[in-house]
């Protein structure tokens, strides 16, 4: 009798749950799905062109790869990359020794009974003056493993947000004439570049004339490109790369597009508009003057 209850109880259900799923079926085969559409490519990021030099740059601007200079921002990744990096900067060399380590006798200190004072052993003992220290700390390791490719994200991320603060900075060339800082000072005053700026260049060693100039300004550092991390461009507020660098990131970051060009290009407004605008597949050499 109860099993008869339940049964009547359960088969309307059923029978509700099955005509449902044969609506949904039956409407899902006669409606015909929309096709896949292909997505659009991705546009390139345009950035002004700045001049070290003081020389008039008009209308020029170089054409970044979207896939490293347009990344969503993620705060997660930018955290795992700072504190990889300043975990592997920490030395771990603090050292203490423990009681079989301190020099000494180990020769019992006095009896075990009879003095009416508390039990001593040796005069290592952690309890003494002296004597070893218990739970030191040791020589170690503090440095934590992070997958390459996350790596390479948080260096999108952080170059995306750089752009998207407007605190990021592009030159030709990252050169200098002499060797005075107070001509690079009047210079870089003019330009806002004072406080909290990197400079980072994509050949093989800072201009030997910049890095003279520029090593006695406080709130600056030049680097190449190949010492660059993500905590450089975390910490520094305000980041300058040339056209090199550029290069030299979007061929190790970029996911289609590789290296960068000097190509005259008229866009759809009026007027000639020359960019640096990336190639995909082929090498070529930067063409500047």
């Given at each position: 009798?109860?099993?008869?209850?339940?049964?009547?109880?359960?088969?309307?259900?059923?029978f509700?749950?099955?005509?449902?799923?044969?609506?949904?079926?039956?409407?899902?085969?006669?409606?015909p799905?929309?096709?896949?559409k292909?997505a659009?490519?991705?546009?390139?990021?345009?950035?002004?062109?700045?001049?070290?030099h003081g020389?008039?740059i008009?209308?020029?601007?170089?054409?970044?790869?979207p896939t490293?200079?347009?990344?969503?921002?993620?705060?997660?990744?930018?955290?795992?990359?700072?504190?990889?990096?300043?975990?592997?900067?920490?030395?771990g060399?603090?050292?203490?020794?423990?009681?079989?380590?301190?020099?000494?006798?180990?020769?019992?200190i006095r009896?075990?009974?009879?003095?009416?004072?508390?039990?001593?052993?040796d005069?290592?003992?952690?309890?003494?003056?002296?004597?070893?220290?218990?739970?030191?700390?040791?020589?170690?390791?503090?440095s934590?493993k992070?997958?390459?490719?996350?790596?390479?994200?948080?260096?999108?991320?952080?170059?995306?947000?750089k752009?998207?603060?407007?605190?990021?900075?592009?030159?030709r060339?990252?050169?200098?004439?002499?060797?005075?800082?107070?001509?690079?000072?009047?210079r870089?005053?003019?330009?806002g570049?004072?406080?909290?700026?990197?400079?980072?260049?994509?050949?093989?060693?800072?201009?030997?004339?910049l890095?003279?100039?520029?090593?006695?300004?406080?709130g600056?550092?030049?680097?190449?490109v190949?010492?660059?991390?993500?905590?450089?461009?975390?910490?520094?507020?305000?980041?300058?790369?040339?056209?090199s660098?550029?290069?030299?990131?979007?061929?190790?970051?970029?996911?289609?597009?590789?290296d960068?060009?000097?190509?005259?290009?008229v866009p759809?407004?009026q007027?000639?508009?020359?960019?640096?605008?990336s190639t995909?597949?082929e090498?070529?050499?930067?063409?500047?003057?």
């Open positions: 009798m109860w099993s008869v209850s339940w049964r009547a109880v359960l088969q309307p259900t059923q509700l749950r099955r005509t449902v799923t044969t609506a949904v079926s039956s409407s899902t085969q006669s409606s799905q929309p096709a896949i292909a659009d490519p991705l546009q390139p990021v345009y950035l002004t062109l700045s001049s070290l020389k008039k008009k209308d020029q601007a170089v054409a970044l790869d490293v200079f347009n990344h969503p921002i993620r705060r997660d990744i930018l955290h795992l990359c700072a504190v990889h990096y300043l975990d592997s900067q920490r030395q060399t603090a050292s203490t020794k423990t009681r079989g380590e301190v020099r000494g006798s180990g020769r019992k009896p075990q009974k009879g003095t009416g004072r508390a039990r001593l052993g005069g290592q003992s952690p309890m003494l003056r002296g004597g070893g220290v218990a739970f030191g700390p040791k020589p170690r390791d503090f934590t992070l997958n390459r490719k996350v790596i390479e994200m948080g260096m999108r991320v952080a170059l995306s947000a752009l998207k603060d407007q605190r990021l900075g592009v030159v060339r990252l050169h200098w004439y002499c060797a005075k800082t107070r001509t690079l000072k009047r870089l005053d003019l330009m570049w004072t406080t909290g700026t990197l400079f980072v260049t994509g050949e093989s060693q800072v201009h030997p004339a890095r003279l100039a520029g090593r006695n300004l406080p600056m550092d030049f680097k190449v190949n010492d660059l991390h993500v905590y450089d461009l975390i910490k520094w507020r305000r980041v300058v790369l040339d056209v660098a550029i290069q030299a990131l979007e061929r190790r970051l970029s996911k289609g597009w590789v960068v060009v000097e190509e005259p290009i759809q407004s007027g000639a508009f020359p960019l640096l605008q995909p597949t090498h070529r050499p930067v063409q500047l003057q």
